[in-house]
């Protein structure tokens, strides 16, 4: 079976930084562990990230609703240490894919950057299974696998809870799961 494993924004200012979600450090530190234990399930790991310009709408100073975060180039964009040398020494390709480069436009999941989708969506045609977690679980993630369901059907998703660190303490993502019945 072809699985890819999709991180969707493991970054710094969700954990740390300007826009910190609880329990977010130590589920990727949990993260970094299941891809070591699970050498060589996945042919391609896939990151995806805020990379957001300094004036970027979603921010308060802009009229957004959130603090700045994930600006291009700063520590608070940076994928967290927990994974970086899971995703490096264990078997397979690691691919990273930018979202909200675009400081007109909001981008909670990957598929709505337009090269991001184009290149995620070729990869994930070569897939049976796509395990999707990173944070937060009850935005990014959720808009993530909404439209990856949208585009390739429900069949090809697997949801990894665990390792799904939410603003909402994981309600929203847990009852689109119940009712995916997966």
């Given at each position: 079976?072809?699985?890819?494993?999709?991180?969707?924004?493991?970054?710094?200012?969700?954990?740390?930084?300007?826009?910190?979600?609880?329990?977010?450090?130590?589920?990727?530190?949990?993260?970094?562990?299941?891809?070591?234990q699970?050498?060589?399930?996945?042919?391609?790991?896939?990151?995806?990230?805020?990379?957001?310009?300094?004036?970027?709408?979603?921010?308060?100073?802009?009229?957004?609703?959130?603090?700045?975060?994930?600006?291009?180039?700063?520590?608070?964009?940076?994928?967290?240490?927990?994974?970086?040398?899971?995703?490096?020494?264990?078997?397979?390709?690691?691919?990273?894919?930018?979202?909200g480069?675009?400081?007109?436009?909001?981008?909670?999941?990957?598929?709505?950057?337009?090269?991001?989708?184009?290149?995620?969506?070729?990869?994930?045609?070569?897939?049976?299974?796509?395990?999707?977690?990173?944070?937060?679980?009850d935005?990014?993630?959720?808009?993530?696998?909404?439209?990856?369901i949208?585009?390739?059907?429900?069949?090809?998703?697997?949801?990894?809870?665990?390792?799904?660190?939410?603003?909402?303490?994981?309600?929203?993502?847990?009852?689109?799961?119940?009712?995916?019945?997966?």
């Amino acid at each position: 079976m072809k699985k890819l494993l999709l991180i969707v924004d493991p970054q710094i200012d969700f954990i740390s930084g300007s826009l910190p979600v609880g329990g977010a450090d130590d589920a990727m530190k949990k993260l970094g562990e299941y891809i070591k234990q699970h050498d060589g399930d996945y042919m391609l790991k896939v990151v995806t990230t805020d990379w957001h310009p300094y004036h970027h709408c979603s921010f308060k100073a802009q009229g957004g609703p959130w603090p700045m975060h994930c600006v291009q180039n700063t520590v608070g964009a940076a994928i967290s240490e927990h994974l970086v040398a899971s995703l490096n020494e264990t078997k397979g390709e690691v691919c990273v894919l930018r979202k909200g480069d675009n400081e007109a436009q909001e981008e909670y999941s990957i598929f709505k950057n337009s090269y991001s989708k184009i290149m995620l969506s070729q990869m994930i045609k070569e897939m049976d299974q796509i395990d999707v977690c990173g944070i937060a679980g009850d935005i990014c993630v959720l808009n993530t696998l909404k439209d990856g369901i949208e585009l390739f059907g429900k069949e090809k998703f697997n949801v990894l809870t665990e390792y799904c660190p939410s603003l909402d303490g994981g309600e929203a993502l847990a009852k689109f799961v119940k009712e995916l019945g997966k």
